[in-house]
């Protein structure tokens, strides 16, 4: 992959959670245990460490960089699950992907292994709430032919759409789970890390297209 994307996207990604962790500590106070903001920061610290050694490798190589580093700082279940998205995403990369189209399979790919791994799906209030309508705003973007400048935009808002809607959800999984319906009115953290992480990443690559 390109060098200079490559450190582009390794610093969006982690300025975006630097700059947010107190907001995803904040929401996980409410529904978990407090811990999802210094998780995030200490995993994606993790990563800009390795910034030097990720840069120029292809992209597999570098998704299997990232992803080993989030499940071993990271902790907590958001860890393993970040971990098996970006690792398997890895495992589907291959070449760098050409269009939209191979993106999307590639991150089809990831949302399967966080499927697996937390035994949980949409709806159910978790990451998932947004990996899953993200991706999906982006395979009908590609099958619309929607030009490359303007597909960011719709995998922010569809991020953005499915971060809301985890506010009336009850959780089914995860440490919010053991609250029931007192877990209701409140913004999923995990699914506040992903929004976060899809929209820097949009940010990138609206600013390549
Ligand atoms: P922990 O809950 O162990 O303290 P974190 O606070 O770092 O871990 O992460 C919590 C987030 O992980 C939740 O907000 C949710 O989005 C996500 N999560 C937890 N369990 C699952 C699961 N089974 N499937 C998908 N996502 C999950
Ligand atoms: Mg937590």
């Not at 990271?74 to 050409?98: C, D, F, N, Q, W």
Request: glycine share 12%; aromatic share 2%; hydrophobic share 45%.
């Amino acid at each position: 992959m390109a060098p200079e994307l490559t450190l582009r996207l390794i610093d969006a990604t982690c300025a975006a959670i630097d700059a947010n962790a107190d907001l995803l500590t904040r929401l996980d106070s409410a529904i978990g245990d407090g811990d999802h903001g210094h998780n995030m920061r200490r995993g994606f610290q993790a990563i800009a460490a390795q910034r030097d050694e990720m840069v120029g490798l292809p992209l597999g190589a570098a998704l299997q960089k990232a992803g080993m580093a989030l499940v071993m700082k990271v902790g907590g279940a958001s860890g393993p699950l970040y971990g098996s998205l970006l690792i398997s995403m890895a495992k589907a990369a291959g070449e760098t992907p050409k269009d939209a189209n191979g993106v999307a399979a590639i991150w089809a790919e990831g949302i399967e292994a966080v499927k697996r791994r937390g035994k949980s799906q949409v709806g159910e209030k978790t990451m998932l709430d947004v990996l899953v309508p993200a991706q999906e705003a982006l395979c009908a973007a590609a099958a619309d032919g929607v030009a490359p400048g303007q597909i960011a935009a719709r995998v922010r808002k569809a991020a953005a759409d499915g971060l809301e809607a985890t506010r009336p959800m009850k959780a089914t999984k995860g440490r919010a789970s053991y609250l029931g319906e007192r877990s209701v009115g409140h913004l999923d953290p995990g699914a506040q890390s992903s929004a976060l992480l899809i929209g820097a990443v949009c940010d990138v690559l609206e600013s390549e297209a």
